[in-house]
């Protein structure tokens, strides 16, 4: 069976400290992975999206890395701010023609002031 | 902006009477996405449309229906509401294969069932 683990499920941080989020999936066959942004009450945001042949994506403070060979992804937050506080989720696309993701719980990451 | 919405944002329904929910599009995207989510858990993929092709996912309760009249609409019908039903229904678009894998989501619909 597919599935995507995220650990912590809750993270606190004081603001200006750089964190890692943790995914993992069971099957590395993916086509490709994808971090996305859910304020409370809200709908999802694309982040980041990784390509399967790509080891890692940048865009702003935030950088996501691939291992595919271990079933592991990470988003890296450089200097997290207030702002920063949201549900983070990872979802992978196995490739089939339809685009279906499967999505982990996700991390729900609190930046202190 | 080109973007999904969806109304009503908050929708009350009563035990047992048919809601519809409902999601546009301006992106002009061929596949469109329902998922449920409930409070700390991930969105679950109800069904989506692939043009106007239906895909319904195994265990998605035959009390969900879903139409498409159009590439820019897509509701989603619960027949007879439950006190599990109650989530966020988020409606998503992409098209996966032709130059946009991600998916871009609308605000959500928030049912509550009474």
Redesign the interface.
Known sequence: KQEVTQIPAALSVPEGENLVLNCSFTDSAIYNLQWFRQDPGKGLTSLLLIQSSQREQTSGRLNASLDKSSGRSTLYIAASQPGDSATYLCAVDYGGSQGNLIFGKGTKLSVKP | DAM?I?NPRYQVTQFGKPVTLSCSQTLNHN?M?WYQQKS????K?LF?Y?DKDF?NEADTPDNFQSRRPNTSFCFLDIRSPGLGDAA?Y?C?T?R??QGV????????T?LLVL
């Open positions: 999904v969806q596949v996405y700390s858990q991930a969105p993929l989506h692939y895909n966020m988020l998503a992409s996966p294969r894998e991600t998916q871009y989501f609308g605000p959500g928030r």
